[in-house]
């Protein structure tokens, strides 16, 4: 059975160690606790859309080493078919070490590996899937041509920033989203207020996307398409937020759930929604530790 929803993007293992404080250079220092999480922009979207009632598809490499194997479970957990995760000798499984002290400050080292070694292969092995897929999602955590011939096989939807990205980026994509930092990086506009999110909008709508999406955290997102040019501010509820981490994956896993399975609603609607979501996941610490279950949610969300 075809997946409505197909990611073609990043896992990642987080290793962090809670310190007090951050070691100097060449400085061993005593933590108090260490968890592993998984991560990854791709492993997060796809688990959010999932945990939604998606039928989705992960298209990714890991290595083939415990953290690898380990990543294979924590899909399947999720019920996201596996058929397309490669597993690698020729790389480690990709891994985020992050110390993070008392004040919630943090040093992160990414290590991509396996992620830099899908291919094009591996997108050929899996073009069925991506063709058929009602939403294809996204994201630059790996190598930059592979998520663009993505995008091409399926010119269906994406979520990608990097400064220079290839202006294709933007014509092969039906939905473009990014943060407020992505919206900076990629326009050279810092995004403080609504405002200057309403600019990069028009900037990106000029650049030849079809319809832009800048999420503002608590202040929920702005959205402009080139069929309406007036920008739209969709805000998000006000909740008690102990950890945004992942929040604006949960927000994507969302949007390609309710693209893909309530494809009439009106896209304000979708991202009012999508908002809800997310707006969960920044009451729960972790990232995809911290997303909610469809049965979790208030049904009128579906
Ligand atoms: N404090 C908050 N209260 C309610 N909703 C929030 C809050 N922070 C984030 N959200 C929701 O999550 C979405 C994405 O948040 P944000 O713009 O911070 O993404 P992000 O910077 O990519 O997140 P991260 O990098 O932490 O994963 C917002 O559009 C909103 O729907
Ligand atoms: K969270």
């Known amino acids: 059975m075809a997946a409505e929803v197909v990611v073609v993007g990043s896992c990642m293992t987080d290793l962090v160690s809670l310190t007090t404080r951050l070691p100097r250079a060449g400085e ?33 490499k890991v290595g083939k080493d415990s953290f690898g194997n380990d990543y294979v479970e924590n899909l399947k957990k999720n019920g996201i078919s596996t058929a397309f995760v490669g597993q690698t000798t020729d790389a480690a499984t990709g891994t985020a070490s992050i110390i993070v002290n008392s004040e919630g400050q943090n040093v992160i080292v990414i290590v991509p590996g396996a992620n830099l070694l899908l291919n094009f292969e591996d997108l050929k092995r899996a073009s069925d899937v991506i063709c058929n897929a009602k939403v294809v999602v996204c994201q630059l955590e790996i190598t930059p041509a592979v998520s663009l ?35 900076e990086i990629l326009t050279g506009i810092p995004v403080g207020n609504l405002e200057d999110a309403e600019k990069v909008g028009r900037m990106l ?98």
Do not use: W
Request: glycine share 10%; net charge neutral.
């Open 149 to 183: 011939e993505a995008l091409k096989m399926a010119h269906a939807s994406g979520a990608p920033a990097l400064a220079d990205l290839d202006p294709q980026f933007y014509t092969y994509s039906d939905i473009f989203c990014c943060n407020e930092t992505e919206a």
């Open 28 to 60: 061993t220092i005593l933590g108090h606790k260490f968890f592993i999480g998984f991560g990854g922009k791709g492993a997060n979207q796809c688990v959010q859309s999932a945990r939604l009632g998606a039928k989705t598809s992960l298209i990714c």
């Open 205 to 302: 709508l000029q650049r030849g996307c079809k319809l832009v999406i800048v999420t503002l955290g608590a202040e929920g997102c702005m959205m402009i398409s080139a069929e309406e040019p007036i920008p739209k501010h969709v805000p998000a509820g006000k909740v008690r937020a102990v950890d945004t981490t992942g929040a604006g994956d949960s927000f994507m896993g969302a949007l390609a759930f309710y693209l893909a399975y309530y494809p009439k609603l009106p896209m304000e609607e979708m991202i009012r929604k999508s908002n809800c979501v997310a707006s969960v996941s920044v009451q729960a610490s972790g990232t995809q530790s911290s997303y909610p279950y469809r049965k979790d949610l208030p049904q009128d969300l579906f």
